[in-house]
């Protein structure tokens, strides 16, 4: 079974289709659909990969699915695994309906070599899967355990395939910032997640850039009252776009040095991860590796810098050279922190765990 597999991936966002295929664990081909909204536009980009991989025999589909509930292992799509998809959209609505779309529209399509009622085996994978096994303390939520039971609710966590990409060649103590729209912090000893920021939906945590992160749950409550919609603001006109008009962190460093808003979205964003990345070394009792990757945490120098000077406490010491070139180890030879500049690879980690499965 684990031999010759060509798997195609599937990584559907609010607005997007990601898809790679690899032969085994060697992508052999990639590509984006880019600005799509709606489901026409989703079932024309679904045509048009299956059309270029025609001749390709793929022997199963693979997605990555944001939230998972309770599912924590590589899911072969039936009708149940559908209906969990469904039920947790709830927690993730810009990205789960988005993603039981696509899988629906290629059980439609059926197999794109052209056999009739051949339809290629699809797999969900979910980005909550590598955080299953968090600790009761930091996954319970304080609120009445029969709630917590009906419900099922507890913290999830996200961008699990990212944690665990940049994280599974380091021992120790490690903490991983995946920072970009969307942004999230683990805490790792020694490939098993302790701690992670995201919750129950991926709005917990740190600030991003339309989402508010952390806040006082007597402000939601205080908004509904005066009659706002709590979930429009929260999720979508916040974060750094509430703070300063600009959710593209391109558009803040731009423009920061003029226009005090900007500087303080980035002030109030450095500060968050601190804050965060210093729980954690507290939680841990030490600290053997930092981690910074996505889009913000590969390639803004500025932003590293800024977080690591305030860990100076803990003898961590950047390279400043290796640091402006976005080299992959950035702290400096007597440093008692190794800090990584990771790519990360959600796709070769979804390969990885499926075929592990298999």
């Known amino acids: 079974m684990k031999k010759n597999k060509k798997i195609l991936v599937f990584n559907v966002g609010s607005s997007s289709i990601k898809y790679s295929l690899f032969h085994n664990l060697k992508r052999i081909s990639s590509g984006n659909k ?11 980009a679904v ?40 039920e947790f959209s709830e927690f993730a609505p810009l990205h789960n309906p988005k993603q039981l779309m696509v899988i629906e529209l290629i059980d439609a399509e059926g197999d794109p070599s052209g056999k009739k009622n051949s339809k290629i085996p699809q797999y969900a994978l979910f980005d909550t899967m590598f955080f299953s096994d968090l600790p009761e303390v930091s996954k319970t ?24 990409y940049v994280s599974k060649s380091l021992k120790g103590k490690t903490i991983t910032c995946h920072l970009g729209s969307g942004s999230s912090i683990s805490a790792i000893i020694n490939g098993k997640p302790i701690d992670t920021s995201m919750g129950l939906t991926p709005l917990e945590g740190l600030i ?7 806040i006082d749950p ?22 750094l776009k509430g703070i300063c ?12 040095n003029k226009d005090k808003n ?6 109030m964003f450095i500060y968050r991860i601190v804050k965060i990345i210093g729980s954690y070394i507290t939680a841990m009792n030490g600290l053997n590796n930092l981690v910074f ?6 390639n803004v120098p500025r932003l590293r810098k800024d977080i690591c000077k305030q860990l100076s406490f803990m003898k961590l010491k950047l390279n400043k050279k290796k640091n402006q070139k976005n080299k992959e180890i950035i702290s400096s030879i007597n440093s008692k922190v190794k800090v990584f500049v990771k790519k990360t690879n959600e796709e070769q980690m979804i390969v990885e765990e499926v075929l592990k499965c298999l």
């Open 47 to 86: 045509k048009e990969i299956l059309e270029k991989f025609k001749q390709e025999k793929i022997n199963l589909i693979a997605h990555r699915v944001v939230h998972g509930g309770d599912l924590n292992k590589p899911s072969k799509i039936n009708r149940e695994i559908k209906n969990k998809i469904k």
């Open 245 to 256: 008009g600009h959710n593209d962190f391109r558009d803040i460093l731009q423009k920061m």
């Open 218 to 239: 007597g402000l939601i409550l205080y908004l509904e009252k005066k009659g706002y919609n709590t979930n429009e603001i929260l999720n979508k006109k916040s974060g």
């Open 262 to 267: 900007c500087k303080l979205a980035y002030n």
């Open 34 to 44: 880019e600005r799509l909204k709606t489901k026409h536009d989703y079932q024309k």
């Open 293 to 298: 990757t996505a889009a913000i945490g590969e």
């Open 141 to 164: 939520y304080a609120i009445p355990k029969a709630l917590t039971k009906k419900l099922n609710i507890r913290r999830y966590g996200f961008h699990g395939f990212s944690h665990h």
């Open 208 to 214: 991003m850039g339309t989402r508010s992160g952390n």
